[in-house]
């Protein structure tokens, strides 16, 4: 059996997450996500995979505490971010920031929660104050009432966010925290396990983040949706792709082969929100005539909405640049890395595959 890219290969046993592709499941330890989503916030769910139970009320003011007390950038850090060239991609400005913050703290292993809760607060604060230095804008306090979402975007446009919007997110942000052994989630614990530090680790991660084959953004899904806001006609849009044999974007999936359950997730939490942004209720208008026009041109095939869907109908709805995709996805999969860091800290052995020789002998 071929095992290139370690495909079926099980590379380590983890309490964290489970992803079920045939059955269409999603769980953080234990826990189903669609449950998540709709009870509890991000915060909570950060306490839950670290901790590896939900906080009490007194905990989760004190990791509030935490976030808040950690989110606000210093001022070596300010100027490191102010001096990186502008050319410089967002992925590429957090990896060297993150690093850069390894020379400020006592990072040595074995790792901590603390420092998983100091890298989670810095990176949305690295993420805005790069963003709004870029467009030559004062950069923006945080504000201790308002949560790590909440945060993020205010951080972004010095607003203070709709509620509808913070939820969105939210939803978006939870269901990407974690997503068992990806490709990120693996280099980060392959660098954990050689003893050395979390700091170090996480910038495996985000390097392995920023490759297109990963962190892919739903840009696919954003030109259908324009196109059909543009026309008004989801249903001469769709089905005149698939006359032409195109792919719908933000449908079908490789591992789930049943719905995605972080699409159904998200669609049900928006449902919630409904009424409230144009682009929310035209992703859930289109969805329902995508579905039955797959249906009608893909018959058998099991064809439904995937992550990406949703997500670039929040995204739109937020008006978040499309160059904070990708940035986005790993503040909140910084919760998941730290994780799995500190997981593979508590019982470790050093990842030490072996290679098959298949060139010359002389
Ligand atoms: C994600 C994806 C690559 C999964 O591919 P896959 O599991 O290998 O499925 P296949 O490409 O083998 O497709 C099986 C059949 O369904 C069709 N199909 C799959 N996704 C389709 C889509 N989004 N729109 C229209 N038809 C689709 C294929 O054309 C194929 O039809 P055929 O049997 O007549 O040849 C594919 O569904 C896709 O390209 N989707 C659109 C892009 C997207 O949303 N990507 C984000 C994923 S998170």
Redesign the pocket.
């Known amino acids: 059996m071929n095992h290139k890219g370690l495909k079926g290969i099980v590379a380590a046993e983890t309490s964290l997450s489970h992803v079920d592709g045939e059955l269409g499941h999603l769980i953080y330890r234990g826990y189903d996500i669609q449950k998540l989503t709709e009870h509890y916030a991000f915060e909570e769910i950060a306490y839950l995979l670290w901790y590896g139970h939900f906080p009490n009320k007194e905990q989760l003011l004190s990791l509030k505490d935490a976030l808040n007390h950690n989110r606000v950038l210093s001022d070596d850090l300010k100027k490191i971010i102010t001096i990186l060239p502008p050319s410089m991609d967002l992925m590429s400005v957090i990896r060297t920031v993150i690093s850069a913050e390894g020379g400020y703290g006592n990072y040595h292993f074995p790792p901590t929660i603390a420092q998983a809760i100091k890298l989670t607060a810095l990176t949305p604060s690295i993420i805005a104050f790069r963003k709004r230095a870029l467009e030559g804008k004062e950069d923006v306090t945080p504000r201790e009432d308002l949560n790590y979402v909440g945060n993020y975007l205010y951080m972004l446009t010095g607003e203070i966010p709709l509620p509808a919007h913070v939820q969105a997110l939210e939803s978006y942000m939870i269901l990407t925290v974690e997503h068992g052994m990806n490709a990120s989630t693996f280099s980060a614990r392959v660098t954990i396990s050689s003893e050395s530090d979390i700091v170090s680790a996480v910038t495996s991660a985000i390097g392995t983040m920023k490759g297109p084959l990963h962190g892919?953004a739903?840009s696919?899904?954003l030109h259908l949706l324009d196109e059909i806001s543009y026309t008004n006609d989801a249903e001469k849009v769709i089905r005149d792709k698939?006359e032409k044999?195109?792919?719908?974007?933000?449908?079908?999936?490789?591992v789930y082969?049943t719905h995605?359950p972080r699409a159904v997730a998200l669609k049900s939490k928006l449902t919630h929100l409904g009424g409230q942004d144009e682009w929310l209720d035209l992703a859930m208008h289109v969805e329902n005539i995508a579905i039955d026009l797959?249906k009608e041109?893909?018959p058998g095939?099991s064809?439904y909405t995937?992550?990406?869907?949703y997500a670039a109908a929040i995204m739109k709805a937020i008006q978040l640049d499309p160059m904070l995709f990708t940035p986005t996805f790993t503040a909140s999969r910084m919760v998941g890395w730290t994780a799995h860091i500190l997981e593979q800290a508590s019982d470790n052995t050093i990842y030490r595959p072996e290679s098959k020789y298949v060139g010359n002998h002389y």
């Open positions: 892919g739903p696919g899904v698939l044999g195109e792919k719908l974007m933000g449908f079908g999936h490789r082969k995605d797959l041109y893909k095939r064809l995937n992550v990406e869907f």
